[in-house]
């Protein structure tokens, strides 16, 4: 496609707030998306070294267990949670949708022009997975900090 | 005898233009090609109820500051010139009424993710060339005007301009392509505008061009950098609704959707 020779917003574009303000409730999930993507990913890495500890005998691998076993390794823990069921609540949204699904129906538009894929639909959606999650982490840590 | 239809005169003196009200406006300015200062310009112009973001910029031109760089033609959201930055939010400086924003000071910038030309008037070149690169027009081996039997023409029903009427009110204002999150980062990305034509072509049962469109889109910087951020839907003036045209394009590329 054409390359372009001047101007582009850059990561203010992504992450400045004030995006979210001017273009809704979907920006702030298409963000957390990203967010929770890369944040995901760098935890499956992280996990995946962690675990090989195994390979190290019984000592190393209690003494990596115990990294999670603070207040900050419980509220980190807490942070996977939540990522994890907004990444996946959110995603399977994202699939419908992307699949053509849920976004309304082609039609004759006419003024005040409302988008009919930024409907309540989606809106409650994303609302639910944002409850999930939250309601995810504090079951989490409810369980960690008991 | 008695009047049926008022003098042009009555009908004058119930005009009241008094305005009692007026807006800030914060105007951005720069002009890249002279030197890379970028700044903002206050006036205050006065204002009535139905007084568009256009009407203020021009009254500014004409009284305050006629160096002040504007791109506008039709002033009634059809030729899709005055795109904008208003209040942060891209729209249409002719479609926008102060009254509408519900500030008693308006900051105009140029759009974001295009090349500044001066002031408010930005380059839409790279919208212009990926709306072309998507063949936006009906694609036929065979053509309207017929040798033997003269002009002809290509019909269709009703229920099939249904499927892409809405894609086909696109003015290239290019409001959509400066709200995504995509086009902030990626150099190549071919944008909401573009994708939303090609599908306006793609659902057009008369056209016959529709894989060499498709192998045009399906390409790394093609349709699959849409994240459905829906930020294109929001800000279009048209009810274009590129994001939902995307949507069904994607279901159709992937062979869930006819
Ligand atoms: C069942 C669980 C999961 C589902 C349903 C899911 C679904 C998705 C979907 C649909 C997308 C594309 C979003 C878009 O179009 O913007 C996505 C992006 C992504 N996912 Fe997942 N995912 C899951 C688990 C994971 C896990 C475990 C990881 C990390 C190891 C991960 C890492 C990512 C990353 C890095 C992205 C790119 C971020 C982006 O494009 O915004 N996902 N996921
Ligand atoms: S799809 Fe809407 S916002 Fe985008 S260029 Fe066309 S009219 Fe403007
Ligand atoms: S001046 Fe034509 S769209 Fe605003």
């Known amino acids: ?146 | 005898m008695a009047t049926i239809h008022p003098k042009l005169s009555d009908e004058l003196s119930q005009t009241v233009v008094s305005s009692t009200k007026s807006v800030k406006i914060k105007i951005k300015r720069s002009n890249p090609n002279v030197n890379s200062e970028q700044k903002f310009d206050d006036f205050v112009v006065p204002i009535e109820k139905w007084t568009t973001v256009l009407d203020v910029l021009l009254d500014v031109k004409s009284h305050l500051d006629h160096s002040v760089g504007v791109r506008y033609s039709c002033r009634q959201a059809s030729c899709g010139s005055c795109g904008m930055k208003i209040n942060g939010k891209p729209g249409l400086a002719c479609f926008t009424k102060i009254s509408e924003l519900d500030s008693d000071t308006v900051t105009v910038e140029p759009m974001d993710n295009y090349p500044v030309v001066r002031d408010l008037a930005v380059n839409m070149d790279r919208m212009i060339n990926n709306h072309k690169k998507v063949m936006p027009y009906v694609i036929r081996e065979d053509s309207e005007i017929d040798a033997e039997s003269g002009i002809r023409e290509f019909l269709q029903s009703p229920e099939n301009v249904d499927k892409y009427i809405q894609f086909s009110s696109c003015i290239k204002c290019g409001l959509c392509n400066s709200a995504c999150p995509t086009m902030a980062m990626d150099k190549s990305f071919v944008g909401p505008q573009a994708l939303a034509q090609a599908y306006r072509y793609i659902a057009d049962d008369r056209d016959k061009g529709k894989n060499k469109r498709l192998k045009i889109i399906d390409e790394s910087h093609g349709i699959w950098r849409c994240h459905f951020a829906g930020s294109c839907s929001q800000v279009c003036p048209k009810g274009v609704d590129p994001a939902m045209g995307i949507q069904l394009l994607r279901g159709y590329l992937l062979g869930i959707r006819d």
């Open chain 1, 1 to 146: 496609m054409e390359r372009e020779t001047g101007a582009r917003e850059g990561l203010k574009g992504w992450l400045h707030p004030g995006k979210i303000g001017k273009f809704g409730i979907e920006r702030l999930a298409w963000l957390l998306m990203r967010l929770t993507g890369l944040g995901l990913l760098a935890y499956f890495i992280g996990h995946i070294y962690e675990t090989s500890h195994i390979l190290d005998g019984k000592a190393v691998w209690d003494k990596s267990l115990e990294m999670t076993q603070t207040t900050e390794g419980h509220l980190f823990l807490a942070l996977v949670i939540g990522m994890c069921v907004f990444h996946t609540g959110n995603g399977i949204r994202l699939m419908i949708a992307q699949m053509g699904y849920g976004i309304g129906k082609a039609e004759r538009p006419d003024y005040p022009y409302k988008p009919q894929s930024i409907n309540m639909k989606g809106k409650a959606c994303i609302y639910a997975t944002l409850g999930m999650a939250a309601l995810a982490m504090w079951y989490g840590m409810a369980v960690m900090f008991a």
